[in-house]
């Protein structure tokens, strides 16, 4: 298995439809992260996990819940979802222990809310 | 307010140089990464800088000011795999990363 891996690759949703994002790392690390990619921005950052409390939470409606049930597994919860949020979501790892190191990414779920 | 500023798209030739410019404006600093992105995959880290001068890792190198927010990703000897979105990313003093809208480098054989 390679390092972080998402479930499903792509996914279309009406938007009264409940359904899970899933991510998984085999790399050992104690963080784990949920961002947002939408064509031509940066990066949104949508939730942090350090050692499976989460600690970063930046204003995203409650529409999404992530989940982080132990250090190598993290969820995203979608129910009634707008158009608007169809984008790459992305997972990320990585070894928080107060310095600087990179994050590696999984190749994301396409979302598409019709 | 916090920023990053990279040119939203790049055309080189196969074989030839070209250079990515990334400036940033942060509360604090904390460093610069640049990740590559293919299309439809995950971004991957390339290179971290945090002291001001140029770091090379075979064809490309990444060079960093910090007195003028300045940081750029040079890649040489192009070839079409290298055809890929580079992220430009500047760490704050809160240790967050500060993303860039991305830079789609085209390559023509």
């Known amino acids: 298995e390679t390092g972080v891996t998402q479930t499903p690759r792509h996914l279309v949703m009406g938007m009264t439809n409940k359904k899970s994002l899933k991510c998984e790392q085999h790399l050992g690390h104690n963080a784990m992260y949920w961002y947002k990619q939408s064509a031509k921005k940066p990066l949104e950052l949508m939730f942090v996990?350090?050692?499976?409390?989460?600690?970063e939470n930046n204003s995203v409606p409650s529409r999404f819940s992530p989940e982080c049930p132990n250090s190598s597994h993290l969820f995203l919860h979608l129910h009634t979802l707008q158009p608007e949020d169809s984008a790459l979501y992305l997972c990320?790892?990585?070894?928080?222990?107060?310095?600087?190191?990179?994050?590696?990414f999984g190749n994301g779920t396409r979302l598409t809310v019709t | 307010g916090q920023n990053i500023d990279q040119p939203t798209e790049m055309t080189a030739t196969e074989g030839a140089i070209v250079q990515i410019n990334c400036t940033y404006q942060t509360s604090g600093f904390n460093g610069l990464f640049w990740y590559q992105q293919h299309a439809g995959e995950a971004p991957t880290f390339l290179s971290y800088?945090?002291l001001d001068g140029l770091e090379e890792k075979g064809r490309f190198s990444s060079f960093l000011s910090r007195s003028k927010g300045y940081s750029y990703l040079l890649l040489k000897e192009l070839q079409m795999k290298d055809s890929a979105s580079y992220l430009c990313a500047a760490m704050d003093s809160n240790y967050q990363l500060i993303w860039g809208a991305g830079t789609k480098l085209i390559i023509k054989p």
């Open positions: 990320a790892s990585s070894q928080d222990d107060g310095g600087v190191s990179p994050l590696h």
């Open positions: 996990y350090s050692l499976e409390e989460r600690v």
């Open positions: 800088n945090v």
